[in-house]
């Protein structure tokens, strides 16, 4: 919720699952599209993820290399670090805002 209401304060619009690739289903969890910021939450604590296999951990820098390629910032994040997130935004909205594109 506080990611919400950090992008409603900003007037911008938060999007989940926003799919950022014409041809492949790849899906952010949460999107800023117009900041190009896509935000991930890895799932790594469960037994079970996708993350944690090979074949999905190298699924997912596919994923996250064809988004830098389209000009996406991609921020990751995990159950240790999630709430870095808001001060992570604030520092590149700035920037953005200094570079006249916020």
Request: aromatic share 14%; charged share 30%; with cysteine.
């Amino acid at each position: 919720m506080q990611l919400f209401y950090w992008c409603q304060e900003r007037g911008l619009q938060l999007k989940e699952e926003y799919r950022f690739h014409v041809d492949r289903k790849w899906r952010f969890d949460w999107a800023i599209s117009s900041l190009k910021i896509g935000i991930e939450f890895e799932g790594l604590m469960s037994e079970k993820s996708r993350h944690t296999t090979i074949k999905g951990f190298s699924g997912d820098t596919q994923k996250y290399n064809a988004a830098q390629e389209l000009g996406y910032i991609v921020l990751r994040y995990t159950v240790l670090n999630y709430k870095d997130l808001l001060t992570d935004l604030d520092r590149i909205y700035a920037i953005q805002k200094s570079n006249g594109k916020g």
